[in-house]
């Protein structure tokens, strides 16, 4: 007969086997060694020599973290960098189920590994709950450089950036400021990352209308197919490439089955 105080580890075990969503992977711990399923540019894939701005229309899914947390997200990245930890320095916009200890409901965040004036910088936050009827439907996530320290953050529900049948739900705007902000992008990535060591699932989303900023904000459309990162267990690939004429491809992703 099993000791008492493997009964608790026995019981996970059981419950993992009878959940068709529960799959077992290595990704890493709350701090680190995350896995991805994105795509990235630099600066050179874009033709630009300042990253300012870039956006992408995602399509927000029920997410289910697992253990720890899974993200469909946008990310400004400088790197490398000594100056911010883990090498990189970071803001990202997006939706998450775990993320900014919010629960394990699917839901809309922002965060940032970052310097500023002042010294280094983490933090995540909540931006609220998607709404059912957002499911499915366009959502524009935007992050643009205002000025030379300050970042705007932005999500807007039910939006869609370019062409395509409107979306069938109203239009809410949820927006905040990196301010102090003295990252330098280089690197604009599309994607999911998930966290943990079980449990975590997502039907298939979509990235649509991927768009970068130049100097002079007229920017254009990604027509480049970028750095792919794709890990075990995530699931993501193009599936209308942007080197065609479209308004910046379609990447998709989904986990863990």
Same mark, same amino acid.
């Given at each position: 007969?099993?000791?008492? %105080?493997?009964?608790?580890? *026995?019981?996970?075990? *059981?419950?993992?086997?009878?959940?068709?969503?529960?799959?077992?992977? =290595?990704?890493? &711990?709350?701090?680190?060694?995350?896995?991805?399923?994105?795509?990235?540019?630099? %600066?050179?894939?874009?033709?630009? &020599?300042?990253? +300012?701005?870039?956006?992408?229309?995602?399509?927000?899914?029920?997410?289910? %973290?697992?253990?720890?947390?899974?993200?469909?997200?946008?990310?400004?990245?400088?790197?490398?960098? =000594?100056?911010?930890?883990?090498?990189?320095?970071? &803001?990202?916009?997006?939706?998450?189920?775990?993320?900014?200890?919010?629960?394990?409901?699917?839901?809309?965040?922002?965060?940032?590994?970052?310097?500023?004036?002042?010294?280094?910088?983490?933090?995540?936050r909540d931006l609220g709950a998607v709404d059912p009827q957002e499911f499915g439907q366009p959502t524009m996530l935007?992050?643009a450089r205002e000025s030379a320290s300050v970042f705007d953050v932005i999500v807007e529900t039910c939006t869609r950036?370019? =062409? !395509?049948?409107?979306?069938?739900?109203? +239009?809410?705007?949820?927006?905040?400021?990196?301010?102090?902000?003295?990252?330098?992008?280089?690197?604009?990535? *599309? !994607?999911?990352?998930?966290? !943990?060591?079980?449990g975590a699932s997502a039907p298939q989303a979509t990235f649509t209308g991927n768009w970068h900023s130049d100097p002079?904000?007229?920017?254009?459309?990604?027509?480049?197919?970028?750095?792919? +990162?794709?890990?075990?267990?995530? %699931?993501?690939?193009?599936?209308?490439?942007?080197?065609?004429?479209?308004?910046?491809?379609?990447?998709?992703?989904?986990?863990?089955?």
């Amino acid at each position: 007969m099993p000791h008492r %105080k493997h009964l608790p580890a *026995i019981a996970a075990v *059981i419950l993992c086997l009878s959940l068709s969503s529960c799959t077992t992977y =290595s990704c890493g &711990t709350p701090s680190g060694g995350h896995c991805y399923g994105t795509v990235s540019w630099g %600066k050179g894939d874009l033709g630009e &020599t300042d990253l +300012r701005a870039f956006l992408t229309n995602v399509t927000p899914v029920e997410l289910n %973290k697992g253990n720890l947390v899974i993200n469909n997200e946008l990310w400004l990245t400088q790197e490398p960098t =000594s100056n911010c930890a883990g090498g990189s320095c970071w &803001t990202e916009v997006g939706v998450t189920s775990g993320a900014c200890a919010s629960g394990s409901d699917t839901r809309y965040f922002w965060a940032e590994n970052v310097v500023t004036a002042v010294g280094p910088s983490y933090l995540c936050r909540d931006l609220g709950a998607v709404d059912p009827q957002e499911f499915g439907q366009p959502t524009m996530l935007l992050i643009a450089r205002e000025s030379a320290s300050v970042f705007d953050v932005i999500v807007e529900t039910c939006t869609r950036y370019g =062409s !395509g049948p409107p979306p069938t739900c109203a +239009r809410r705007v949820l927006s905040a400021q990196s301010g102090l902000n003295l990252m330098q992008p280089n690197v604009a990535t *599309i !994607g999911m990352e998930v966290g !943990g060591s079980s449990g975590a699932s997502a039907p298939q989303a979509t990235f649509t209308g991927n768009w970068h900023s130049d100097p002079f904000f007229a920017g254009a459309w990604v027509n480049s197919p970028g750095s792919q +990162r794709v890990e075990t267990p995530v %699931k993501a690939s193009w599936t209308v490439n942007p080197t065609v004429q479209t308004e910046g491809g379609t990447w998709v992703t989904s986990c863990c089955q």
